[in-house]
């Protein structure tokens, strides 16, 4: 059993299970499928689709393009958002891998480093009619395509974004027939048709492509406000996906922090999360100090996944 009741039981459940096990207990474990296999010894999920013979790993695990968005997204776009960077958005093995549509478009841009050997040719490309995630648009011919920028030419041709109703169906059709996924509840798929029509070139945050670093602050920005949206969702479906979403993001932050202390505590947010207690305020402040300081040791820092990179065991 893994849920403790009460955050001041963590350090004698956590003596209980072990440290190893903290992470069992945010998301299932992804079962075996045909991705990359990281090196023992680093457990991010994004090196399971990093390109192995990327020159500079360290540098794609620790920045993303700059975001084509307006400045401040209305919350409809920010809900979809976050159900964008979901790995709960999706069904079968890509669930299991913890992809999310973020994992090809990062920043809801592309992401020229993605690789999966049996559905990419070159880095940054991919088979969309594989049936490595999903039977029903399998052709049986390996024919990747290059995975399109949302904010350019490329991303915007598939479909007529000002078209709601065809990107509506579009983006479900992805998600059950591409992915295996469970059709998506109607708060959540407008959401992310929302955020999906704020994508474009003339709302880029900076040169078109720029990168910038990827943050600690990011997941927890995460994690807190899918964890409000799924305490204020009308239906249980969207209150179940969002509780997903939001554990799914401590998850992240509990791979790239080492600290036992931390590591706890976030395995037990985790929980009370799935509870559908309200996101701890008293606890919101140290804890966030805590991870700012931390966070220059943590696998956000390129220069320590850099080292953890070269000394990992390979096998």
Same mark, same amino acid.
């Given at each position: 059993?893994?849920?403790?009741?009460?955050?001041?039981?963590?350090?004698?459940?956590?003596?209980?299970?072990?440290?190893?096990?903290?992470?069992?207990?945010?998301?299932?474990?992804?079962?075996?499928?045909?991705?990359?296999?990281?090196?023992?010894?680093?457990?991010?999920?994004?090196?399971?689709?990093?390109?192995?013979?990327?020159?500079?790993?360290?540098?794609?695990?620790?920045?993303?393009?700059?975001?084509?968005?307006?400045?401040?997204?209305?919350?409809?776009?920010?809900?979809?958002?976050?159900?964008?960077?979901?790995?709960?958005?999706?069904?079968?093995?890509?669930?299991?891998?913890?992809?999310?549509?973020?994992?090809?478009?990062?920043?809801?841009?592309?992401?020229?480093?993605?690789?999966?050997?049996?559905?990419?040719?070159?880095?940054?490309? /991919? @088979?969309?009619? %594989?049936? *490595?995630?999903?039977?029903?648009?399998?052709?049986? =011919?390996?024919? &990747?395509? $290059?995975?399109?920028?949302?904010?350019?030419?490329?991303?915007?041709?598939?479909?007529?974004?000002?078209?709601?109703?065809?990107?509506?169906?579009?983006?479900?059709?992805?998600?059950?027939?591409?992915?295996?996924?469970?059709?998506?509840?109607?708060?959540?798929?407008?959401?992310?048709?929302?955020?999906?029509?704020?994508?474009?070139?003339?709302?880029?945050?900076?040169?078109?492509?720029?990168?910038?670093?990827?943050?600690?602050?990011?997941?927890?920005?995460?994690?807190?406000?899918?964890?409000?949206?799924?305490?204020?969702?009308?239906?249980?479906?969207?209150?179940?996906?969002?509780?997903?979403?939001?554990?799914?993001?401590?998850?992240?932050?509990?791979?790239?922090?080492?600290? /036992? @202390?931390?590591? %706890?505590? *976030?395995?037990?947010?985790?929980?009370?999360?799935? =509870?559908?207690? &309200?996101? $701890?305020?008293?606890?919101?402040?140290?804890?966030?100090?805590?991870?700012?300081?931390?966070?220059?040791?943590?696998?956000?820092?390129?220069?320590?996944?850099?080292?953890?990179?070269?000394?990992?065991?390979?096998?």
């Amino acid at each position: 059993m893994c849920a403790p009741k009460h955050l001041n039981s963590v350090a004698r459940w956590a003596g209980y299970i072990g440290i190893a096990g903290l992470a069992a207990c945010l998301l299932p474990q992804a079962g075996p499928s045909d991705l990359n296999t990281p090196p023992q010894g680093i457990d991010l999920v994004e090196l399971s689709w990093l390109d192995p013979e990327h020159p500079d790993p360290a540098k794609a695990l620790t920045s993303e393009p700059v975001a084509c968005v307006p400045d401040s997204l209305s919350p409809a776009a920010r809900a979809g958002e976050l159900a964008f960077n979901s790995p709960a958005l999706l069904g079968g093995q890509a669930a299991k891998k913890r992809l999310s549509c973020g994992s090809c478009h990062q920043n809801g841009r592309g992401n020229p480093s993605f690789h999966i050997a049996s559905l990419s040719g070159a880095p940054g490309t /991919a @088979d969309v009619t %594989s049936g *490595l995630f999903g039977p029903e648009r399998a052709d049986e =011919t390996f024919n &990747p395509v $290059p995975i399109p920028d949302l904010a350019m030419a490329d991303g915007q041709d598939q479909v007529d974004r000002s078209d709601t109703g065809a990107l509506t169906q579009f983006v479900s059709a992805q998600i059950v027939e591409e992915f295996s996924g469970a059709p998506a509840s109607e708060a959540v798929l407008g959401s992310l048709v929302t955020y999906l029509q704020s994508i474009d070139l003339r709302h880029c945050s900076g040169a078109a492509g720029e990168t910038i670093p990827l943050g600690w602050m990011n997941d927890w920005r995460d994690a807190k406000d899918a964890a409000d949206l799924a305490l204020s969702a009308s239906d249980p479906k969207t209150r179940a996906f969002y509780t997903q979403t939001s554990r799914a993001a401590l998850g992240r932050l509990n791979a790239r922090f080492s600290a /036992a @202390d931390i590591r %706890s505590e *976030l395995v037990a947010l985790s929980q009370l999360i799935a =509870t559908g207690e &309200p996101w $701890p305020g008293d606890m919101t402040t140290a804890l966030e100090a805590r991870l700012a300081a931390l966070a220059p040791a943590s696998l956000y820092s390129r220069s320590v996944i850099r080292k953890a990179l070269e000394t990992a065991d390979p096998n």
